[in-house]
């Protein structure tokens, strides 16, 4: 039997953006920078209704804010490797 719920192809570039950002902003950005480039994402992501600007910055801006949170940072990575096996996987 197929799937009746499979992901759509937003969730594949949303996770990809999501990973490429736990990438970048833990090896290239410093940590106090991370804060300020996260809340940016998050303000520019709200008003992505604008041509350049998108609605997917703002969970890379979460992203990025939450690794200088140090509880959140094992939380955010967990998550992110469990939610690549399962669209690998194609649930």
Known sequence: ??????????????????????YCGSRKIPPGLRSVVGLLCVVG??????????????????????????????FVRTWLYSRKREFARGK
């Open 1 to 22: 039997m197929e799937k009746i719920s499979q992901r759509p192809k937003w969730f594949g570039f949303i996770l990809k953006m999501l990973r490429r950002a736990n």
């Open 45 to 74: 992501g709200l008003l992505g209704f604008l041509p350049i600007l998108g609605f997917w910055m703002i969970p890379v801006g979460f992203l990025l804010f939450s690794l200088d949170v140090p509880w959140s940072r094992k």
